[in-house]
């Protein structure tokens, strides 16, 4: 690609390398425009006599057919591409959902010139409507080996991220508490409820009980029998392990214990296993405040019945230092 000063007449067929404007400020055409036969009859009327352009060579792909390629294959899920000017496509959710985001990849991709993209971060609730990416290439065109590059990658490995719809969640909590539920509900249900309210939702079942292993272990069992999204434990104890009331009230319904700790504060004595495909999340202190914390960050997959596995969990500590 070469750009240089032409003849107004010779335009035809060639792209702008600056925006031009007519006199007063407003804008006339835009850089990166391909001018046409009417464009150089509306620039002589302007009195241009030359103008600066460029045009592709052999080899060369332009802006916007690159980044639409790439953009169609980035992302999957409930997600629509819009091009917008100046080499650039924007990925909008088309529902409410959770935006998960291949790091790895994401970082492979954006070392190759020409092409970046930009995400939201992994785990991030996106309401319909959200730009959630936007794919950018250089100016004008793009070397047709890069860009066949970066579709080769994002076939063979990709998407780089997916838009996981978020659709109807149920939400249990069991609320538990050394000398009586009650006390633990009135304490933390109307911080959960302001938690739910943020993604237009309230608990759809709770209970609570005296923090004891059978009783906690027979109220899950009640809330497991609902079929719920997820369940969260609201307990007015912090545990030392997944040895304490609520872990061991866990194993004996038979769940699959994921992780205990996440690097992230506050949060950090956060357990999570599974009964079956049902997360059921303890996290200590983290329903006695809105304050951001690592429930928030784990709701959107979870809501999005997304498995978040224990490695993702580790994974949360790059950012995790909420306050």
Request: proline content about 6%; aromatic content about 4%.
């Amino acid at each position: 690609m070469r750009a240089q000063t032409v003849d107004i007449r010779e335009s035809t067929g060639r792209i702008l390398c600056c925006t031009i404007f007519r006199h007063g400020g407003r804008k006339l055409l835009a850089k990166g425009h391909i001018l046409n036969e009417d464009d150089v009859r509306l620039l002589e009327t302007e009195g241009l006599g030359q103008v600066w352009v460029t045009e592709l060579e052999d080899g060369e792909i332009g802006e916007d057919e690159a980044v639409q390629q790439a953009a169609a294959e980035t992302g999957c899920g409930c997600l629509e591409n819009r091009l917008v000017a100046g080499g650039r496509a924007n990925i909008l959710a088309t529902e409410d959902c959770c935006v998960l985001v291949d790091d790895d990849l994401l970082k492979q991709i954006n070392c190759i010139s020409s092409i970046v993209i930009a995400t939201v971060p992994n785990f991030s609730y996106a309401p319909s409507g959200q730009r959630i990416a936007t794919i950018k290439s250089t100016p004008f065109a793009v070397p047709q080996s890069q860009l066949e590059a970066v579709i080769s990658i994002l076939k063979e490995r990709g998407p780089i991220l997916q838009a996981r719809p978020i659709r109807s969640p149920q939400v249990a909590v069991l609320f538990t508490d050394p000398v009586h539920g009650d006390r633990a509900r009135q304490l933390f249900e109307s911080i959960m409820r302001q938690r739910l309210e943020q993604f237009g939702l309230a608990a759809s079942f709770s209970l609570a009980c005296t923090e004891e292993e059978a009783a906690v272990a027979r109220n899950l069992q009640h809330l497991l029998k609902a079929n719920p999204t997820v369940i969260f434990v609201a307990s007015t104890t912090a545990p030392a392990g997944p040895d304490d009331v609520i872990g061991r009230a866990m194993a004996r319904i038979g769940c699959h214990l994921e992780r205990f700790l996440a690097p992230v504060e506050p949060g950090n004595l956060f357990l999570m296993g599974y009964k079956e495909e049902v997360p059921i999340i303890s996290a200590p202190g983290c329903f006695r405040s809105t304050r951001p914390n690592v429930v928030d960050l784990v709701l959107p997959p979870v809501l999005a019945r997304y498995r978040v596995s224990g490695w993702e969990v580790a994974c949360l500590g790059h950012g995790g230092l909420l306050g």
